[in-house]
């Protein structure tokens, strides 16, 4: 095989197999069951769609077919119930050239590799709102072989790991989780456990890179990874993440995170969204210790990447809409504006905020974690 072009195995040698007795008698005990599975009929056209459709089927939930590929939701019109009802769904679909087109995805990794987009989490900060358009209905893409065709094509290009000497040992890095959490659907689709078992075939200077906030890794540990896939815990402390709604508990993800480490992949933490709120040094000084506590007797290969709470005035008009009872802050008070490549404006912590924020996790994460390696703050 060649390196640097590999043959691409056909849809049925590439996936998993359909459901097998552990999965069809029950899922994890925090695995979403969406009411309702649609497929349109293009995605019937793949086998790793149809296996989607059996895998669901299996768990005893509604799969409709559509007689098109265009997806009828016929949605309440209450927006509140809307909402409700697009969450709760699961639509399989084919990934156009557009969704499939690798993209930049700094400071994480040098590709954005897009196997859903959509999230069942109720996450009251989720940088997806306002920036995904029409009801928050959870794609999975059937066609991953044509997926799975376009990364070849940017080994050794990019500006993150690929050109940062500090990365370099990362090599070409492909993040999987920027428009979706693929462990949080990967007992319906396969889809990750099939990406992490061919980058783990893929004898490239590559790494495959995912976050999470699900603790459901089971289907991950057997795999035959070659080291060459990264799993981070997206947590917080117990104050803040009571607005992540819908996840798992912050300490599952801790316990899952060390189950990783024990089957040999590199492992991470994704501190996001870092809220500075009241008692927030004692919160988050007390979720490393429980880190450093839940990883005790192993030496890991650990990473940690830091990112702050920031929003848009069309996130928080969506977020607001769905979320009314929440009390995260986005008043607008200890912020600054910051433009982003593509022109929007985003609301991010004024630079006094930031400077001690920064401080603050630096000095914690030496002396807690010590054998960590701080990626970015952002």
Not at 130 to 154: D, F
Not at 171 to 189: F, K, Q, R
Not at 299 to 304: E, G, K, Q, Y
Not at 358 to 371: K, Q, V
């Amino acid at each position: 095989m060649d390196l640097h072009d590999p043959a691409l195995p056909n849809d049925r040698d590439v996936l998993p197999k359909p459901p097998d007795a552990r999965l069809s008698g029950g899922a994890p005990a925090r695995a979403w069951r969406p009411s309702r599975v649609l497929l349109t009929r293009a995605a019937l056209g793949w086998d790793h769609g149809r296996r989607i459709a059996e895998r669901a089927a299996a768990l005893g939930l509604i799969v409709r077919e559509l007689p098109s590929d265009r997806l009828t939701l016929d949605l309440a019109d209450n927006p509140r119930r809307a909402y409700a009802e697009a969450k709760a769904t699961l639509a399989v679909v084919v990934a156009p050239p557009s969704k499939r087109r690798l993209q930049p995805i700094a400071p994480s990794a040098d590709w954005r590799v897009d196997l859903a987009e959509g999230c069942p989490a109720h996450c009251s900060y989720c940088y997806l709102a306002g920036s995904l358009k029409g009801p928050p209905v959870t794609r999975a893409y059937a066609n991953l072989p044509e997926i799975l065709a376009e990364i070849p094509r940017q080994l050794g290009q990019g500006t993150v790991t690929t050109r940062q000497p500090a990365r370099a040992g990362e090599g070409t890095t492909y993040e999987a989780s920027c428009y979706t959490d693929p462990l949080a659907i990967e007992h319906l689709t396969g889809s990750l456990s099939a990406l992490v078992a061919w980058f783990g075939g893929w004898k490239a200077d590559a790494q495959l890179r995912f976050t999470t906030k699900f603790d459901a890794v089971e289907p991950l540990l057997g795999l035959s990874h070659g080291g060459r896939t990264r799993m981070r815990a997206s947590i917080n402390p117990a104050a803040f993440a009571r607005h992540e709604g819908g996840t798992s508990p912050v300490a599952a993800r801790l316990r899952a995170l060390r189950r990783m480490a024990e089957a040999g992949y590199p492992i991470g933490l994704t501190v996001a969204p870092i809220i500075v709120a009241a008692g927030w040094e004692d919160a988050y000084a007390g979720l490393l210790r429980d880190v450093a506590i839940a990883l005790e007797g192993l030496a890991p290969d650990l990473t940690v990447e830091l990112i702050t709470h920031r929003y848009t005035a069309s996130s928080k008009e969506v977020l607001t809409g769905w979320y009314p009872g929440s009390d995260l802050d986005m008043s607008g008070n200890g912020r600054a504006e910051k433009r982003t490549k593509f022109g929007s404006v985003k609301q991010v912590y004024d630079a006094s905020t930031l400077s001690a924020a920064r401080r603050f996790f630096e000095r914690e994460i030496a002396d807690t974690l010590p054998a960590a390696r701080l990626l970015y703050f952002t």
